[in-house]
């Protein structure tokens, strides 16, 4: 078999195509860019059934290939560390067993192996890494598309043991071998060579190394891709802001909500942010503090140790220029439990000392009042406070405090809460078990808790406080495992707790909200909608009613849930009912409700985990008739009713935004279920626009046979001409939507009558064969112009 990895590529899929498994066809195709490209659901979506029907298959070449997309997504765009380790050692037994050892892919899992134990503690392992990829690049050649990717892993264990310009000569010299064996340097190849060079302090080279680098790609033909474009920015502003050239690096310093999307941007992110701060040019807030320290926490909970200590460093740098005493604590706190997560300390452990002693140096604000005192204070503020500050006077309260255990499970509470949104949820689980053993039966201690510990993704916490609770609450035991499964989408979980809970307690709101949801989640309405129902007549007066005007009342958004559940079930005179109370006026007075309101737009998920959105109108207050006609990647076509979840999906244009733009917006909803198939099948029609009056009467006189034709060509498709094959004329590539009525013969019979008299043919092959119509038109068509 070729060792050429792509050439591969291209014959799997091909042959899994022409087998009928076209799925899994595709995602062959798809997996590496949702990989590269940081298109994590997608990635989530495709990868679950592709391996399964692999190994259904029994195709462990695809298996290796589709399992190591898959890890390079999580390590080098999710920072995964200890957490995919174990998938990491298994994909590389996997790879080397003896059906497997020949695959091209089963080098690139080296570096999964390797990548994954620097994600762990680069430091820490470099020996290990270094041994096993010498191992590999000694076997494999340099003209191999892998000795790129290995070499650069073998660059970035040098530098992490504190050897950069080793790095720099490693990369030099494989660069020459790639070159001499006709291998052309890949851009992440320069990239890493960027980031060595930074590291030497040689950052004019690295921004004269980007632009040739990327003048090459498009010389080529190559346009970077997003995620190559958005690194490139990155690594140019890293270098610009550490040459002084301040204004140049804002410039092109990716946004933060840009670095909060995409995990493998924070640590030259934050690095740059540093320099900029140092020389003045960019805010240090306690917002920039509480992102960097959920990063820190994101990295924690994922087991990248070694990145997470240096991106914690980084953290503790910028509380203590703030003087954000308590929050530089927390963070050498977990700095020093981080420490003993790791196999080689030298040079962080000293870091992480000098930042507890940092930050103890920090001087303890003097409090305004007694300790008692502070949160009534605090409270009666007719603005908030600095919530930095505010810790840091509770904190100092709080070791101050001689009263009650109330105030002081009262203080606890406040401080916690303020860990908690500024991104310290372990700080805050931590000081809230800790109290809680004080103060064993603190309603608020354990519901505050539980937040905390859900926020934080600490399941293991999860357990322990159900299973501390269900000795005393069992109510509140359900509610806390409700809740967590519930973060988790494990939604029959939810359901059984929520069931639980309303056994010991009948009356809770919140608790069939939550189970509403769940049942949503399931597609079993009748059940979401009873609760919805149970929920109008559990309802609790509203808050702060006087008491003489108490009475029983919903929140709106419980109506319109209530609506949608109806409708899923067909019941109509209920979703009447709740509409009424909506203040929704219906044109007829009973039956099902068809009308025609306005244009919205359906959000569906496509086979591939891809979102697609489809223009409907909308027929009722949760349904909406789909426009389109479909392709079959999605179990949705022209015609079909569907019930939509209430709430937008986008939020309408200001009223300061464009007149086209606010004319142009539409509501979007998600997709919940499919209420009434029209039964439209998809036939796919190609070849040469026949002109926009010829295209219009076209369509009319389909729609008034009853069909429907959707174009999905833009204006620069073209074919080919068949009289001068160097010349193209604009194309068009469309579906038509047959109706349930019409049979295949027929379908052909009505495209054939409506363009015959069109001067390029159109080709409907697949159309053809199924009508069991002579198909060498169709072929002809197909091969003259180039379809």
């Known amino acids: 078999m070729s060792t050429d990895i792509w050439a591969w590529v291209h014959d799997a899929h091909q042959q899994l195509a022409e087998a009928g498994h076209h799925r899994l066809a595709e995602a062959i195709y798809e997996l590496p860019g949702h990989a590269n490209e940081g298109r994590n659901d997608q990635l989530d979506a495709v990868f679950p059934e592709a391996v399964a029907t692999a190994r259904a298959l029994d195709l462990p070449w695809v298996e290796v290939y589709l399992r190591h997309w898959r890890m390079q ?23 080397h067993r003896e059906q497997t050892a020949s695959c091209p892919q089963s080098v690139c899992v080296v570096q999964d192996f390797a990548i994954c134990h620097a994600r762990v503690d680069g430091p820490g392992f470099v020996p290990e890494r270094l041994a096993v990829l010498s191992e590999t690049l000694d076997r494999i050649e340099p003209a191999r598309a892998c000795f790129d990717c290995l070499s650069r892993e073998y660059s970035d264990a040098l530098e992490d043991d504190g050897r950069p310009a080793e790095a720099l000569s490693h990369l030099d010299t494989a660069a020459t071998r790639m070159r001499a064996a006709g291998q052309r340097l890949s851009l992440h190849f320069h990239h890493s060579r960027a980031g060595t060079l930074h590291l030497l ?20 033909g190559s346009e970077l891709n997003e995620s190559d474009r958005r690194w490139g920015a990155m690594l140019r502003a890293r270098a610009l802001a550490r040459l002084g050239r301040v204004e140049e690096a804002l410039a092109l310093l990716p946004a933060a909500d840009e670095a909060e999307q995409h995990p493998d941007l924070r640590p030259a992110w934050v690095a740059t942010i540093e320099i900029l701060h140092a020389a003045g040019a960019h805010e240090n807030t306690a917002e920039l503090g509480a992102a960097v320290t959920g990063w820190v926490g994101y990295l924690d909970a994922t087991g990248s140790h070694r990145p997470c200590v240096d991106l914690l460093l980084a953290a503790g740098r910028l509380a203590l220029a703030r003087g954000a005493r308590t929050v530089a604590l927390t963070l050498a706190a977990t700095g020093e439990r981080k420490l003993t997560q790791l196999r080689r300390t030298d040079g962080v452990a000293g870091q992480v000392a000098e930042l507890r002693a940092a930050a103890e140096a920090l001087p303890e604000p003097e409090l305004p009042v007694p300790p008692g005192e502070l949160l009534a204070l605090l409270a009666a503020r007719a603005e908030p406070g600095a919530p930095e500050a505010d810790a840091d006077l509770i904190a100092a309260a709080r070791s101050r405090y001689q009263g009650d255990e109330a105030g002081a499970t009262d203080l606890v509470l406040q401080l916690a809460g303020l860990l908690g949104a500024l991104g310290h949820t372990r700080a805050a689980a931590d000081l809230l078990w800790e109290r809680l053993d004080q103060d064993p039966g603190h309603e608020e201690l354990t519901g505050l808790l539980g937040a905390v510990l859900i926020d934080a993704g600490d399941g293991d916490g999860v357990r322990r406080l159900a299973d501390r609770l269900m000795a005393t609450s069992p109510a509140d035991a359900h509610w806390t495992r409700a809740r967590w499964a519930a973060a988790e989408s494990r939604w029959a979980e939810v359901g059984e707790h929520c069931a639980a809970l309303l056994a010991e307690e009948p009356t809770r709101i919140n608790t069939r909200r939550l189970a509403a949801a769940a049942a949503t989640e399931l597609g079993d309405h009748p059940r979401a909608q009873r609760l919805y129902e149970e929920i109008l007549l559990h309802a609790l007066p509203a808050e702060g ?11 709106e958004s419980d109506l319109w849930h209530l609506v949608t559940a109806a409708t899923a079930n067909r019941d109509w005179p209920a979703v009447r009912a709740a509409g009424a109370r909506i203040g929704i006026e219906f044109d007829e007075p009973e039956g099902p409700v068809d009308e025609e309101w306005q244009l919205v737009t359906v959000r569906a998920a496509r086979a591939n985990g891809t979102a697609a959105d489809l223009p409907a109108v909308r027929t009722g207050p949760a349904t909406a008739r789909l426009l389109p006609v479909l392709g079959d990647d999605l179990d949705l076509n022209h015609g079909d009713v569907v019930v939509f979840a209430p709430a937008l999906l986008e939020r309408p244009p200001g009223e300061d935004a464009p007149q086209q733009v606010r004319e142009r917006w539409r509501p979007v909803f998600q997709l919940l279920t499919l209420l009434d198939p029209a039964g439209y099948t998809t036939w796919w029609i190609d070849g040469a626009w026949p002109g926009d009056k ?25 074919v080919t001409d068949p009289k001068d094959e160097d010349e193209m004329l604009p194309g068009i590539y469309a579906a038509v939507g047959v109706p349930p009525t019409a049979r295949a013969a027929e379908a ?40």
Request: hydrophobic residues 40%; aromatic residues 8%; negative net charge.
């Open 73 to 95: 997504n999580l390590l080098n765009k999710r920072h995964q560390g200890e957490q995919a380790l174990p998938e990491a050692v298994d994909l590389l037994e996997f790879a």
């Open 201 to 220: 302090g040689r950052d004019e080279e690295v921004l004269a190394l980007l632009d040739t680098a990327e003048q090459a790609e498009r010389a080529r």
């Open 545 to 555: 009613t006087p008491p003489q005007e108490q009475h029983r009342t919903v929140q």
């Open 694 to 718: 010829k295209w219009a009467a076209f369509r009319q006189d389909l729609n008034e046979a009853g069909y429907a034709v959707w174009a999905y060509s833009s204006d620069e498709y073209a």
């Open 748 to 787: 052909d019979a009505v495209l054939r009558r409506l363009t015959k008299r069109w001067k390029h043919p159109l080709a409907w092959l697949d159309l053809a064969k199924a009508a069991g119509v002579d198909t060498a038109r169709h072929e002809e068509t197909v091969e003259r112009y180039g379809l």
